[in-house]
């Protein structure tokens, strides 16, 4: 007998993807924003960005899982992921902010100040990791739980994706904190002896009131996904330890795989973590308002084209393509196995990626006339495309993991399997980090050098043409490698974990199927032994006849 699928309505599904804005919005400030602010704005070393991103996957590779224990054993009247998507939203727009909140490390006088600024960037990270984690396991576990049809999960995660993509605006902070400080800076004479360091002032400054900003509307829109919200599918009675949670997640052969490959796929993530700093500075020179063609009083005369051409087929470039095929790859779920999209997603991907860094080599390392600005943009939306259908196939591969472990062991563990995608998500931009971090340091692009080169442009010299000791062009050539390379070699090792992927499309099927028989067959003997057994009233009412039976007896005896 086919059982009707309870999902979401329509009303629900807005509502959840008001709040994935949201989060993704707050996600993006930090994952690419901040690492602009520290790297860019108050100068941390790039080693020690590199300790720090460490430390925080180190403890992350704990506190994902434990998460998503506590998760599952939570039990309320909301069920088990809406209290987390109520509550944290605001605290996590608290400590956006903090992180943000910091000395210039190029500015201090003394080792203590220096280890100050560096110990508050790695503490106020690593609360915004923990944070985060509360919130982003609870919110992709549980569109596993608003609906039992599988088109349904489909489609929510799909769109989700693609709302998560359109949450990358949140990339602009940089451009707009960048706007507010061009506004501080006003008229200042550019002869000046101090207009380098005033410049940097305001940069921080606008950074600071652009974040503020935009964390407090983002997390306002977050909580969305958990007032607007309905868990239906029933929390299972069984649950398991920490521990016991570790061994589930590696003996569930699909989950397992699809772990393996996210990790192997980490340096995508240098994609979203140097394009800002390549777009800034390579194609902008240091700062996107260059965008507008100033005389010498700093009165706008007109657009710079070359600028907006470089700018305009980078970016569209890498956000189209995601949009593209995160819109059509739930469509192509329903015609081509899950395993066969995504290991074409994974070695197809990886020949626009490797493409940019020859084609860099190739024109001599300038890239920024029209034809090979257009160049770089193709390659991007090819390469980018394929991260986007990727992304949208892992989230719907893991809540497929969750109704398979369900049916094998009869445990829902959605907190835990959705923690391995959160953990994936960090790991990603830690190792990303930790690769920019040692290249950078390789090439000199650290610290006091960037806080020179800064002033060197604020001073008028040129990105593309700066020596600054290290050689000419060694920081645009570390930049482009890093969005290359990296990028095609993850992809490309990507696919192996997944080539014999352990659970075909027929089998989910099958098993979803089994899961809502179950659940309906369950739910009738519940009712059943309700309607049978009596009522608390019925029984008091019961107890009570037979005691005043008794009493008018005893009365009688009288």
């Known amino acids: 007998m086919e059982h009707k699928r309870l999902t979401y309505t329509n009303k629900e599904l807005g509502g959840y993807l008001v709040g994935m804005f949201g989060q993704n919005l707050i996600y993006n400030i930090v994952a690419t924003g901040l690492y602009f602010y520290f790297q860019n704005v108050i100068c941390l070393p790039a080693m020690a960005l590199g300790w720090i991103m460490t430390i925080a996957r180190v403890w992350d590779a704990i506190n994902d899982p434990m998460m998503g224990t506590i998760v599952d054993k939570t039990k309320t009247k909301w069920g088990k992921c809406r209290p987390y998507l109520i509550i944290f939203p605001g605290i996590i727009g608290v400590v956006t902010i903090l992180t943000f909140i910091n000395g210039n490390y190029a500015n201090a006088t003394t080792s203590a100040q220096k280890a100050l600024i560096i110990g508050w960037a790695a503490f106020?990270?690593?609360?915004?990791?923990?944070?985060?984690?509360?919130?982003?396991?609870?919110?992709w576990g549980i569109t596993s739980l608003m609906t039992e049809d599988e088109n349904d999960r489909s489609k929510i995660l799909g769109l989700a994706r693609m709302v998560a993509g359109v949450g990358g605006i949140g990339v602009l902070v940089v451009?707009?904190?960048?706007?507010?400080?061009?506004?501080?800076?006003?008229?200042?004479?550019?002869s000046a002896p101090d207009y380098a360091e005033l410049v940097q002032k305001a940069n921080q400054k606008g950074f600071i009131i652009t974040v503020i900003i935009m964390t407090v509307v983002a997390s306002i829109l977050f909580e969305f996904a958990g007032i607007a919200t309905r868990e239906r599918v029933e929390k299972s009675e069984k649950s398991y330890t920490f521990k016991e949670n570790f061994k589930i997640?590696?003996?569930?052969?699909?989950?397992?795989?699809?772990l393996i490959s996210g990790i192997l796929r980490s340096p995508i993530q240098l994609l979203m973590i140097v394009a800002m700093t390549l777009v800034t500075y390579y194609y902008a020179n240091g700062n996107i308002m260059n965008i507008l063609a100033t005389d010498a009083s700093g009165k706008i005369t007109g657009i710079n084209f070359k600028i907006?051409?470089?700018l305009g087929c980078v970016a569209l470039g890498l956000f189209v393509g995601q949009f593209v095929a995160m819109g059509i790859t739930p469509l192509l779920i329903k015609k081509f196995e899950k395993k066969t999209l995504y290991n074409f997603y994974s070695i197809a991907g990886a020949v626009p990626f490797a493409l940019i860094y020859v084609f860099f080599k190739i024109s001599g390392g300038d890239l920024t006339s029209t034809v090979w600005s257009i160049v770089i943009g193709i390659c991007m939306l090819f390469g980018s495309a394929s991260f986007g259908g990727i992304?949208?196939?892992?989230?719907?591969?893991?809540?497929?993991?969750?109704?398979y472990e369900e049916y094998y062991n009869g445990v829902r563990t959605d907190g835990v399997f959705f923690s391995g995608q959160s953990f994936i998500t960090k790991l990603a931009a830690g190792l990303s980090?930790?690769?920019?971090?040692?290249?950078?340091s390789i090439v000199g692009y650290s610290g006091k050098n960037v806080d020179i080169l800064n002033k060197a442009i604020a001073n008028g010299e040129s990105f593309i043409t700066y020596d600054g000791g290290t050689g000419k062009g060694k920081y645009a050539a570390a930049m482009f490698f890093l969005i290359s390379i990296p990028p095609a070699i993850g992809m490309l090792l990507s696919a192996i974990p997944t080539l014999k992927y352990a659970m075909t499309d027929k089998e989910h099927e099958n098993i979803l199927a089994e899961l809502v028989s179950r659940r309906r067959t369950a739910k009738e003997k519940t009712d059943a032994d309700s309607t049978d057994a009596p009522s608390t009233l019925d029984a008091a009412s019961a107890a009570l006849e037979d005691n005043m039976d008794s009493i008018v007896e005893e009365i009688n005896n009288l």
């Open 249 to 258: 997640m590696f003996s569930n052969k699909p989950f397992r795989q699809i």
């Open 175 to 190: 451009q707009i904190a960048q706007a507010l400080g061009t506004a501080f800076v006003g008229n200042l004479d550019k």
């Open 391 to 403: 992304n949208v196939l892992q989230s719907v591969m893991i809540a497929d993991c969750v109704d």
């Open 433 to 440: 980090t930790i690769i920019s971090s040692v290249v950078y």
């Open 308 to 310: 907006l051409i470089g």
């Open 124 to 139: 106020s990270y690593i609360a915004w990791g923990m944070c985060f984690t509360v919130c982003d396991i609870p919110l």
